[in-house]
């Protein structure tokens, strides 16, 4: 099941990258728009490109919101507009790649703003780097996670845990990762996740049958992708999003 990306000559590739690892700075905030967030992410990308900034990751959670990619099928959303806004859930058109999913409590997301151009210029790798991220991260909870051929994401079994939608500008990225933590799955009835109907959708919490508190995934999420990517991770407040970006004085 676990479908593993890593081969002998790609994890060399990983420890000279360690080797000469860079900063990236990780800066953890807690509940925020989607629209708030795409803010932060395009000042971010323009100060990425302009050498600016470090590499960034930005790790969150959104306010109920279903999201659509540049692939996606709007029959995908399968409630009306009134049934959506009874249960405050936004619906956004967003520029990553991918169909429909949903963002809500619960979750870690993940944004990195990345300088590609400077680890590797490979936007296939670069996805499955991020699944092998989660899927590590996941083995340290004991979970069996893994790939399925021709989709992209995180599986346990056949359930999916794990969205990934990515854009990439000048190989600059942004958007990045969803990972089901204490999800409220329900929210899902309202979509076909990803365009995939024959497939649930799973969370931490259910398959382990307990709860699983964000402070204790996230830093082992930090950790393996710094690892995989060959990134020195360094903790930011969100402050410094605010000191260094006008743009971003609110959120």
């Known amino acids: 099941m676990r479908n593993s990306f890593v081969s002998a000559s790609w994890q060399e590739e990983t420890e000279d990258r360690v080797r000469e690892a860079r900063i990236c700075r990780v800066v953890s905030l807690g509940l925020v728009s989607y629209a708030a967030a795409w803010e932060m992410q395009r000042c971010l990308v323009e100060q990425r490109k302009a050498g600016q900034i470090e590499d960034t990751l930005l790790l ?40 429909v999913t949903f963002h809500g409590p619960g979750q870690l997301v993940g944004y990195p703003v990345l300088d590609l151009s400077r680890i590797r210029k490979d936007v296939v790798w670069y996805v499955r780097t991020l699944e092998e991220a989660l899927i590590r991260a996941a083995a340290e909870f004991g979970l069996a996670a893994g790939r399925k051929k021709g989709m992209t994401g995180v599986w346990v079994g056949e359930a999916k845990v794990a969205a990934i939608g990515v854009h990439i500008s000048r190989w600059v990225t942004c958007h990045g990762f969803a990972l089901n933590l204490e999800t409220d799955l329900e929210f899902f009835r309202h979509i076909v996740p990803c365009g995939i109907g024959n497939y649930p959708v799973t969370c931490f919490r259910q398959l382990l049958g307990r709860p699983v508190e964000r402070a204790e995934v996230e830093p082992r999420v930090v950790h393996h992708l710094g690892e995989l990517l060959g990134l020195r991770m360094e903790q930011h407040p969100p402050q410094c999003l605010q000191r260094r970006q006008e743009c971003l004085q609110t959120y």
């Open 60 to 99: 969150l959670e959104h306010t109920p919101v279903i999201t659509l990619g540049r692939n996606a099928s709007k029959e995908h959303v399968l409630s009306s507009p009134e049934v959506l806004a009874s249960e405050g859930i936004e619906v956004v058109e967003a520029n990553r790649g991918g169909d």
